[in-house]
């Protein structure tokens, strides 16, 4: 069923059967293109969310005991239905979320892609066996660490959700998801591929909510093994606040304020084109996205010229008509920050360059805003702006920016540009990130980890390491008896 926006009646899917919330209390969904009402979003009760508890625990008992060709048979099969309906899941996401259709198909995609690959790696989490001093028989075994209760925003509707779900199964693991409230029906469209491969019943459960009644009742359950959260940084502490109080661990991926250092030896106009690519991608909301441009004195003009005129470039506009690279913001509340930073800045002695302001027509858009003089103490270069936002702000010392790129709490990505060898070594040893990139600004790819040190948080998405916080090691000591 959808509505006259083409937009899909969004369910909760609990142990199989997608339902409404016992209460019948639901929050809108808007379009932020338009700013029009296009759905409705279900809010799970108490009830609901020990449904799901249940569920969650007989779902782990099944998929635990299914063996692993047949789990990694159904992942596969989910994948190529996420591949299949891509065109479809990224319309949706569009509709809920503002980001052009070809950047939600694309995430889409690669969604089918990282699931395959969790998929396959889940199939090599070996243990092993120990030459043992004691004469037992010594085995380490790597058991799935049970249901997992994860927390996902709206950046990423289809990737974001998962990360957490491909890893989680993969790894044998059932798990209950809080999808975003304000991109629900994008996350319905992805458990669907899933059930349609064959899940059994109550591996995988999709709820939305209040989310702090949700993360509270999730995480104090005894059912919950793992608490997964991709968010922010005040939010993750709480959530990992209330999941210590039960000693349970938990997987935080929280939010940066990624320095990029163009160093005096880097080519100014490919550096400024490279940067400027990255930082209006998903219209800057995105936790690794280049957010402090640090420019050797040298090259800033240069740099800066060419920053300004591939901004200028970008083509705002709604992300389902053709030729948009840059949709609105996501919702009220990011364009609303989002001015705030740019008056604090303005108000503290900043030029801008480019952009600077809403646009003057429905929905929540910016325009690509570049600015320079940005002084020291500016909110914007504290606070993780999570907006297609560039300031600019030369330095003369290596050592002295590298100072400043780690002044900050968060260390999640970092990117630096250089010729020589010998400098980006001294970037990649002393930026304190858990994501660098040198000469160009990758994004998260499913065959390496990602993830952040100091308050961007903890444990990896991504790589072999992905499924390390999903799978608990056992030691087996086994005396044998004559
Ligand atoms: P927010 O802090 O209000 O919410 C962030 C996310 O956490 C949302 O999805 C929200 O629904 C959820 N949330 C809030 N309280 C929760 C709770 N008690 N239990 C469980 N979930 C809860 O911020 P926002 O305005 O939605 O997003 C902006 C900020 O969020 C940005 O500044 C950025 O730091 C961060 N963010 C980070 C990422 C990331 O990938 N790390 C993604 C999206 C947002």
């Known amino acids: 069923m959808t509505t006259d926006h083409g937009y899909p009646a969004v369910r909760m899917y609990i142990a199989g059967e997608w339902c409404q919330g016992g209460t019948g209390r639901t929050a809108p969904i808007v379009n932020p293109a338009t700013e029009e009402v296009i759905g409705e979003v279900p809010l799970a009760t108490t009830a609901d969310l020990d449904r799901a508890l249940a569920a969650a625990d007989e779902g782990f008992r099944v998929w635990r005991a299914t063996p692993i060709a047949r789990r990694t048979a159904i992942l596969h099969a989910a994948a190529d239905l996420i591949a299949e309906r891509a065109p479809e899941i990224g319309r949706v996401s569009t509709l809920e979320q503002g980001k052009p259709l070809a950047e939600s198909t694309g995430e889409a995609r690669r969604t089918a892609d990282t699931l395959r690959w969790h998929a396959d790696d889940a199939r090599r989490a070996y243990g092993r066996i120990i030459p043992s001093e004691a004469g037992t028989v010594l085995t380490v075994r790597r058991e799935p660490i049970g249901p997992v209760a994860a927390f996902v925003p709206w950046n990423f509707p289809v990737g974001g959700p998962n990360r957490k779900i491909s890893s989680a199964l993969s790894a044998g693991c059932s798990i209950i998801i809080k999808g975003s409230e304000e991109t629900p029906a994008t996350a319905a469209a992805l458990v669907k591929c899933y059930e349609d491969a064959g899940l059994p019943a109550g591996v995988l459960n999709l709820v939305f909510g209040?989310?702090?009644?949700?993360?509270?009742?999730?995480?104090?359950?005894?059912?919950?093994?793992?608490?997964?959260?991709?968010?922010?940084?005040?939010?993750?502490?709480?959530?990992?606040?209330?999941?210590?109080?039960?000693?349970?661990?938990?997987?935080?991926?929280?939010?940066?304020?990624?320095?990029?250092?163009?160093?005096?030896?880097?080519?100014?106009?490919?550096?400024?084109?490279?940067?400027?690519?990255?930082?209006?991608?998903?219209?800057?909301?995105?936790?690794?996205?280049?957010?402090?441009?640090?420019?050797?004195?040298?090259?800033?003009?240069?740099?800066?010229?060419?920053?300004?005129?591939?901004?200028?470039?970008?083509?705002?506009?709604?992300?389902?008509?053709?030729?948009?690279?840059?949709?609105?913001?996501?919702?009220?509340?990011?364009?609303?920050?989002?001015?705030?930073?740019?008056?604090?800045?303005?108000?503290?002695?900043?030029?801008?360059?480019?952009?600077?302001?809403?646009?003057?027509?429905?929905?929540?858009?910016?325009?690509?805003?570049?600015?320079?003089?940005?002084?020291?103490?500016?909110?914007?270069?504290?606070?993780?702006?999570?907006?297609?936002?560039?300031?600019?702000?030369?330095?003369?010392?290596?050592?002295?920016?590298?100072?400043?790129?780690?002044?900050?709490?968060?260390?999640?990505?970092?990117?630096?540009?250089?010729?020589?060898?010998?400098?980006?070594?001294?970037?990649?040893?002393?930026?304190?990130?858990?994501?660098?990139?040198?000469?160009?600004?990758?994004?998260?790819v499913h065959e390496a980890p990602s993830g952040g040190v100091k308050e961007s948080g903890y444990g990896r998405e991504g790589g072999p390491e992905a499924l390390d916080a999903y799978l608990v090691t056992k030691r087996v000591s086994h005396l044998l008896v004559p």
């Open 210 to 444: 209040e989310p702090a009644e949700v993360s509270a009742h999730l995480i104090a359950s005894p059912v919950t093994r793992l608490i997964a959260f991709t968010g922010s940084v005040p939010v993750g502490k709480l959530l990992a606040a209330q999941a210590g109080e039960v000693m349970k661990p938990s997987l935080m991926e929280l939010g940066g304020h990624a320095p990029v250092i163009v160093c005096a030896d880097a080519d100014p106009v490919r550096a400024a084109r490279k940067a400027a690519q990255a930082k209006f991608a998903n219209a800057g909301q995105v936790c690794t996205s280049p957010s402090r441009f640090y420019v050797h004195e040298s090259l800033v003009e240069e740099f800066t010229a060419e920053f300004v005129l591939a901004t200028e470039e970008v083509v705002v506009g709604d992300g389902l008509a053709e030729g948009t690279k840059m949709g609105p913001l996501a919702n009220e509340r990011r364009l609303k920050a989002l001015e705030r930073l740019v008056a604090d800045a303005v108000a503290r002695g900043a030029k801008v360059l480019t952009g600077g302001a809403a646009l003057d027509r429905p929905g929540y858009f910016f325009a690509p805003t570049v600015l320079t003089d940005v002084p020291e103490d500016a909110e914007l270069l504290h606070e993780e702006p999570f907006a297609p936002v560039a300031p600019i702000v030369p330095f003369s010392d290596l050592d002295e920016v590298l100072a400043r790129a780690n002044a900050l709490p968060y260390g999640l990505a970092a990117y630096g540009f250089t010729r020589s060898a010998a400098t980006a070594e001294k970037l990649s040893a002393e930026l304190e990130a858990g994501i660098l990139s040198i000469n160009h600004c990758g994004g998260s």
